[in-house]
């Protein structure tokens, strides 16, 4: 194909040659559009219902290389499964696609034979009463509509399984074997692992923008873990649940009681608690999108001068972008220590060095690193320096200790893999263990929630090699002298 092709695709194109050499009769193929991100800020973009991914059929046929036919509605579906050769692969649109399953049209207005019935209501319409609003209209269900053409599903996006629709729950036995695709093994048996096997002694590192977001996560985390670190936004509670200053940044009073809450269930359990001694500073806050807030507009005619010069320079480098760098940061920046006491005109936005001596302590001895959210705002220049180090103190211990290191949320994941620079995508044992950039069914699982599309998995005894992690196969095949799937692969290209 023309253009470089999403890591997704190529990976999904992988797994899909592998399912043809199978032979199903009928390969059906269902995917989720992303929202577009607009490139500028007064760029026009189109709403999700109208886009397509018709486009999308080339791509895939000559990854896969198998011819791939389209479907854009589910009204066509049972004929064109019925009138395929054996082999045939069918595209189907994205779910959100308003084609796909159109509303159901309103029932015409049946008039009463009662003339008294038909006279028109002379009052205010909102005191009619025969006035009954009708029912909100409701999408079809995909799953109920390809029900009675699947005879095996396999789910492979963690995120659509969140959603009884959108991980099509309706799927599933006894009418249909459903089955978790590569992605998704990868993410529970990652899970598993953690839960019912994991190497002690047990860390979780816990970032992010807000303490009320992860609270019930947290919790759950005391419960599994020997020590906690809490490094971002998410550490200035629980500082502030103990009297410290927190610089400019203002904490709510109802976070106050939940930090002291968790603290006093971690002492009770035993579990170590960590929080940062120093932090890099800020004089102009910016947020985890990448934006930065100013309290004051610009006066009349700077905007426009400030706008022009980054303009110029953005021209001279547009050869080489450095996506790892993250954006340029114009206030002041210093580093100060909870002794010392935070400024109180500055933010908080990135860990210390001396925080960040410290955590190399726990991480350097523990077996199972969790870490979850980023250290600090990595997505500015002037505050990657935590996220930074931390991702490097992981892959080390990986790498020498062979510790099982489990990456989750889609900031860190995206920044991790930026840092690490590797040849190879970050995680299946590359660098780290496991990353989840979409954690929902990792949160569900850790924390006991119910997660529709994995319930509705079909229930089976695994085998040993299922209940393994991919770098665990990897070691296997190594020691058993069996090639490697990219290997096999390589010589199937031959």
């Not at 194109?13 to 043809?20: E, I």
């Not at 971690?266 to 309290?295: C, E, R």
């Not at 410290?358 to 250290?375: F, M």
């Not at 950039?437 to 695994?462: C, D, H, K, T």
């Amino acid at each position: 194909p023309e253009g470089p092709v999403p890591e997704k695709v190529l990976l999904q194109a992988k797994f899909l040659k592998k399912v043809l050499k199978e032979s199903p009769r009928v390969l059906v193929l269902i995917t989720e559009l992303t929202a577009p991100v607009p490139d500028f800020e007064d760029e026009e973009v189109p709403d999700l219902d109208t886009l397509s991914i018709k486009s999308l059929a080339p791509m895939l046929s000559s990854l896969i290389g198998a011819p791939v036919d389209f479907c854009d509605t589910l009204g066509a579906i049972g004929t064109m499964v019925d009138a395929a050769a054996p082999g045939t692969v069918i595209l189907l649109e994205h779910l959100d696609a308003d084609c796909l399953a159109p509303f159901p049209q309103p029932e015409p207005e049946v008039l009463s034979d009662d003339e008294e019935e038909r006279l028109p209501y002379l009052g205010e319409p909102e005191d009619d009463p025969r006035l009954v609003p009708p029912p909100p209209p409701q999408r079809p269900d995909v799953g109920v509509e390809l029900a009675p053409f699947v005879d095996l599903f396999v789910c492979d996006s963690a995120k659509a399984c969140l959603d009884r629709k959108r991980g099509l729950v309706a799927l599933a036995e006894p009418s249909t074997v459903r089955m978790a695709g590569p992605t998704l093994h990868k993410e529970l048996v990652s899970t598993s692992v953690l839960l019912t096997r994991p190497k002690g002694p047990v860390l979780a590192i816990v970032g992010g923008e807000s303490l009320e977001a992860d609270v019930k996560l947290i919790d759950r985390l005391l419960d599994s873990v020997d020590e906690i670190v809490f490094a971002g936004a998410v550490s200035l509670a629980f500082l502030a649940a103990l009297g410290h200053e927190t610089g400019a940044t203002v904490i709510e009073p109802a976070l106050i009681p939940m930090a002291r809450k968790l603290l006093s269930k971690a002492h009770q359990l035993g579990v170590n608690v960590m929080l940062p001694v120093d932090f890099v500073m800020g004089s102009q806050l910016v947020n985890a999108a990448g934006v930065v807030l100013t309290d004051a507009a610009p006066a009349d005619g700077e905007e426009d001068e400030e706008d022009e010069e980054p303009e110029e320079e953005a021209d001279e480098d547009d050869d080489e972008v450095d996506l790892a760098a993250g954006f340029d940061y114009d206030g002041e920046t210093m580093e100060c220590t909870l002794s010392e006491g935070l400024m109180k005109s500055m933010h908080a936005m990135d860990l210390g060095t001396k925080t960040l001596s410290l955590v190399r302590g726990p991480i350097e001895r523990s077996g199972t690193i969790l870490v979850v959210g980023l250290a600090g705002v990595a997505q500015c220049s002037a505050f990657q320096s935590g996220t930074r180090e931390l991702v490097d103190a992981v892959i080390a211990a990986h790498e020498e200790r062979s510790a099982h290191v489990h990456l989750a949320g889609p900031d860190l994941c995206k920044w991790a893999a930026l840092f690490a620079a590797l040849d190879d995508p970050l995680g299946d044992g590359v660098g780290v263990t496991h990353t989840s950039p979409e954690p929902g069914v990792f949160q569900g699982l850790l924390m006991n929630i119910g997660v529709p599309g994995v319930e509705a998995l079909s229930n089976r005894e695994r085998t040993e090699d299922e209940g393994k992690l991919e770098e665990e196969l990897k070691a296997q095949r190594a020691a058993e002298g069996i090639l490697s799937e990219d290997e096999e692969d390589e010589e199937d290209e031959e």
